[in-house]
């Protein structure tokens, strides 16, 4: 079983700021790390291979510092790492970005058959849950995205339950195929010492757009199709009432007869 | 300070450090009042590689030795020393083994060790055979291919949950402590079971059983090393054992600062932080400096340990003979007197130091909600398994008339 | 380009109901088309779809796509995105608006790709920029820190996803009428590999967050899986649902179905009662439309204090079960 998770280096979530009158963001000082939900994407990949055997690739686009991404993720359990660096990638909508992971799988599938592909259901940057669906569409592989459990995976086929908003549903996909997981799915394992060390010595495979035979008129931000116009930061003002009272059962007595007076109850 | 002397060490310190924020904490309280063991955290342990950081490549481990044993059992008591010692006790009651196994019994025993898939625990102390190892009432009598066992065991680490244990018993009851030896008995051998579950005072997320054998058949290719040196293996094994209780005695005292520090910067009376006041900073200035001098006590002592002990293990594996012989070929030094005394003052630094911060935070800290009074009950068992600190005391002065005696005259 | 007219919305059906978000999208899609003088025009993709075409028109639907096939039964991402993109390719839309939900965040962006045009994710505004007749999207980014306008200059139709909620329901015109157009499901392309093989309903005791009036959330205030117990006793005697924060949720208190927030879902009750958040703006981006928001903290500083129209300062373990006897 070869398994290929696709992560991103973000930004630690709460450590972005937004400048209030620019609207622009102060990347300076911000940690990155791995994306978040990527995490439980390299977790489903590294079980798949304890149950399974076979390997982790594990891929990602982005400038050089990305690399740090990719070494977590062999501490995180991944066994070969792929990084996919290029200035005509830059400022790639999800449409440019998938199409530049789809050829670089392709690549990777090429030299070893690849099954399954995991992404994270979205990033904590971006937030558009696109790049598990769209790298499928490039590769005209089936997908499943917000799967929430593996139910079995066999030699032939896997079987996912994928969450919806009224429950879930069940379905079963031959190989290869791609998925991207919910943080349900499982609960990320710490960075074992053994992978610690194995990810200071790994050799990253480095791909630039040609390496990875993409076309370049697909690629970065002037040929993406959207751009951002615009970015600002949202404002927020309410009209609020502190509720009074002494104890906070006074305050929680008082609150509920607030509540009926503005008939909210 | 981190001790760390190379990346397999630091690792190792981080790996710890990641296993207590991610996964111990979050579950530390719950298993303690549930006085439950944490299937979880072994697994966890697994997947982290904390089984087999003190063994040998060769057989799946990662190549440390003492040192990182002790780093490692340091962090996750920092943590919580309950859930700490399901690693902890696996490596005591796999180091007699280690020592004095031969090259087959190692490469039956050490891959699953290693990689945790079993787990393995000491068992000494009997009913009455506590700090007395040669009272030991439990016999094994040879009967053809195997020994035939019966006694009790009690207050045994990690029992029901363990799956093989090495075992005192007594081969030949005639001879007194020369006729004491190590089987290695595994859960589930007829005649083997379990007694009372103890109800504990601290680290409660470890069970700690009675062990019961009625006419149990141990195979004779389960004995360590030879018939009657069973002691000589206990004490080589306290040795190398103790530092590990003193670093985790260092952790819990490390522990209980990081939860004291931060509430009394934030507590606020007559209207400034309490840390302000100088009765109390002082006060927390030197239960810092006692937390530090143990952990610099216990380093240097396991990384001269490691000097002998690391060389010794790769010559038995390379040759294939029994690490203990490889040791004694070193004539290195007795490690005794500096693992009691390593033992017997970090588990007094980490009673104290939790004790102190118990009174220092006041009220809350009394409360279980507050994650304080766990530590002061916790602590307490660093003072009592794996020799009392009156035990210490007693080998620290045995070794002292004896260095004493031997300088006799040379003036 | 020019050759690109009307706006698509995309009338998400599952297990025989028309999702709300399908209203939704009909009343931002009105705005775009009546500002471009073009029609506004549904896409209604199942089976046993037909009863919907009448809701569809009453709510402005002035046109129906309509394609109808047992094997469109449940949703399997290639076959409806194949779907979508043959329609497109033979209709030309000029903008398409899909719900973003589970379903149609996924079934969105494998459309943008076969179909080779730009996609706009999780968009809380659309409108139309007037010199070119653009679609500016707007959403929220970097967990609501950012909001970012989107466009999509080259390529048509420009897609959006729209976040559920964001827009009033339309309202029914009875008698409206609507041109239908049929679309021939075609079983050689419209194909995947995947296989759907069944739906189990949610276990979920109690209403549906989607539609619940009254949310009692909870989150790391909460401090134990059992507070969530308290919680439900205030939710069950307001007539309402519990809900959680992301908090509550990572810590295991509580399953992520409840989360609410950016990397949850989204909801707009009456009346929102949050309980031990703090208010992070994840945590807003998903109940800040609710119409009135309580907030219930220990900490008077915490942000939702300052978002909440009614703020209690106090232990929830206080305060709600004074609320409990108050509402006796």
Known sequence: MHIVACVKQTPKSDQVKVDPVTGCLLRSGAASAMNPFDEYALEEAVILKEQLGGKVSVITMGPPQAEAVLRDSVARGADEAFQLGDMAFAGSDTWSTSYALAKGIEKIDAEQKVDIVICGKQTNDSDTGHIGPQISAWLKWPNAAFVKRIICATENFVRVERLTEDGSEILEMPYPCVISVVKDINQPRVRSVKGRLAAKRVQITKWTADDIGADKSKLGVKNCPTNVVKSFVPKREVCSVTVSGVTAQERGAKLVALLKENNCL | ?411 | MNNFKNVWIFAQVQRGRLSPTALELLTAGRKLADSLKEKLCAVLVGYHVEPFVKDLVEHGADVIYVCDAPLLENYVDDVYARVLADLVAQYKPNKFLLPATNLGRSLSAKTAVFVGTGLTADATEVTIHEPDGQLYATRPTFGGNLMATITCKRTRPEMCSLRPMSYEKALAKPGRTGEVIHFAFDAKRHVSAARFIEFIKSGAEGIDLAEAEIIVAGGRGVGKPEGFVLLQKLADRLGGAVAASRAAVDNGWIDYRYQIGLTGRTVKPKLYIACGISGQIQHMAGMSGSDVIVAINKDPQAPIMKAANFAVEGDLYEVIPAMLEELK
């Open chain 2, 1 to 411: 300070m981190d001790y760390a002397i190379n990346e397999l060490e630091q690792e190792v310190l981080n790996t710890s450090r990641e296993l207590v924020q991610k996964k111990i904490k979050p579950l530390r309280a719950e298993m303690d009042a549930k006085e439950q063991f944490s299937t979880q955290m072994l697994e966890e342990y697994r997947k982290s590689g904390m089984f087999g950081l003190w063994l040998a490549e060769e057989y799946g481990g990662l190549g440390g030795g003492i040192t990182c044993l002790a780093m490692a059992f340091e962090e996750l008591s920092r943590g919580c020393a309950g859930l700490a010692l399901t690693p902890g006790t696996s490596a005591l009651g796999a180091i007699p083994m280690y020592l004095a196994a031969t090259k087959e019994q190692r490469a039956r025993w050490c891959p699953d060790l290693a990689s945790g898939k079993k787990l393995w625990a000491f068992a000494l102390t009997e009913p009455e055979a506590g700090s007395d190892a040669t009272a030991l009432k439990t016999t094994a009598i040879k009967d053809g291919d195997y020994y035939v066992v019966n006694g009790t065991k009690h207050f045994i680490s990690t029992g029901k949950e363990a799956d093989f244990y090495t075992v005192a018993v007594n081969t030949n009851p005639s001879r007194g402590a020369r006729g004491i030896s190590l089987l290695v008995i595994e859960k589930g051998t007829p005649g083997f079971s379990f007694g009372k579950k103890e109800e504990k005072m601290g680290i409660r997320s470890n069970p700690t059983y009675e062990l019961i054998f009625e006419n149990v058949r141990v195979p004779k290719e389960n004995l360590l090393g030879s018939e009657g040196r069973g002691l000589l293996y206990v004490q080589e094994t306290l040795d190398y054992s103790r530092p590990g209780v003193a670093a985790q005695a260092v952790g819990i005292a490390q522990g209980a600062l990081d939860v004291t520090i931060p509430y009394l910067r934030t507590r606020k009376q007559f209207g400034q932080p309490i840390i302000t006041f100088q009765a109390l900073g002082h006060k927390v200035a030197e239960l810092a400096a006692k937390t530090e001098a143990g952990r610099a006590l216990v380093y240097n002592l396991t990384h001269r340990m490691d000097e002998e002990f690391l060389p010794a293990v790769k010559e038995a594996v390379a040759n294939g003979t029994v690490i203990h012989e490889e040791l004694k070929k070193r004539k290195g030094m007795r490690w005794t007197k500096y693992s009691a005394e390593a033992k017997l003052f970090c588990s007094n630094v980490a009673m104290e130091v939790a004790d102190e911060c118990v009174t220092l935070c006041g009220g809350v800290a009394y409360m279980r909600d507050f994650p304080l009074e766990k530590y002061m009950r916790d602590a307490k068992i660093t003072q009592i398994y794996e020799g009392t600190v009156h035990i210490q005391k007693n080998e620290i002065i045995t070794a002292l008339i004896k260095e004493y005696a031997s300088k006799e005259g040379e003036e």
